[in-house]
């Protein structure tokens, strides 16, 4: 069973960047697909950016593409997620997760594991 801890959420003004980290307790990190997710109040939560275990396929939100940057370093078992220009509508609470990636398909990240979260407020 992986754990995930994240790591790296504060307060930031507008044109700003934050490095969340995401700490994975696995053996077998490299079979993850790891992704970032974000919740604002009163949303949904949502796909900001994820890699995949191959570590060619990524995928970005439309609304992040251009500023953020997904990561990760397979020594460390560390997945991360630079932001730059920050905007107030990246407010929200940012959550790693993890889902077994057999190479094929779409990787359910319902069914993998979330960290608990890490808080981005973007504001003046």
């Known amino acids: 069973q992986v754990q995930l801890v994240e790591s790296g959420g504060d307060w930031v003004q507008p044109g700003g960047s934050l490095r969340l980290s995401c700490a994975a307790t696995?053996?077998?990190?490299?079979?993850?697909?790891m992704g970032w997710y974000r919740q604002a109040p009163g949303n949904k939560r949502e796909l900001v950016a994820n890699i995949r275990s191959d570590d060619k396929r990524i995928n970005y939100s439309d609304s992040v593409k251009g500023r953020f940057t997904i990561s990760k370093d397979n020594d460390k078992n560390m997945v991360y997620l630079q932001m730059n220009d920050l905007k107030p509508e990246d407010t929200g609470v940012y959550y790693c997760?993890?889902?077994?990636?057999?190479?094929?398909?779409?990787?359910?990240?319902?069914?993998?594991?979330w960290g608990q979260g890490t808080q981005v407020t973007v504001s003046t």
């Open positions: 997760n993890a889902a077994l990636d057999y190479g094929f398909g779409t990787p359910d990240a319902e069914m993998g594991t």
């Open positions: 696995t053996p077998i990190f490299t079979l993850y697909c």
